[in-house]
């Protein structure tokens, strides 16, 4: 199975590196291997700014939180990365860089 690569906020909860496992909830969509390299190597050296924050690992966030995790995004040293990222994984659920995810495009 790919791995997964769950929005960072879990990155601080779990410790260490990013976090594979065997679950469907947060599968790319699309391999996105040297994407997700690049965001966790950006991990590794910079915290990302929604760790612990548990609106970015809510099942439903409300668009006002979805639009305040924005605000943080845009403050966040991996954001770059983490578009990347999402961007090539088309991630099923979550608030990546930004953007909420399935993205439109994502679901057609
Ligand atoms: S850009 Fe947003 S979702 Fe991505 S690591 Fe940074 S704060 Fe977290």
Redesign the pocket.
């Known amino acids: 199975m790919t791995a997964i690569l769950p ?3 879990l990155r601080s909860r779990l410790g260490g590196a990013l976090v594979d496992e065997p679950t469907a909830r947060y599968t790319p969509m699309r391999d996105a291997t040297a994407e997700r390299d690049r ?1 966790d190597a950006v ?1 590794t050296a910079h915290a ?4 612990g ?1 548990d609106r ?1 690992t809510a099942d439903h966030p409300t668009t006002a939180d979805v639009d305040a ?1 924005a605000a ?2 845009a ?5 770059a990365a ?2 990347d990222y ?1 961007a090539a994984a088309l991630p099923p659920v ?5 953007t909420r995810y399935p993205r439109r495009e994502a679901t057609r």
Request: proline content about 11%.
């Open positions: 929005p960072a906020a965001l991990l990302p700014a929604c760790a924050d970015f995790m943080v995004c403050t966040c040293p991996a954001q983490c578009d999402a979550g608030v990546w860089a930004g």
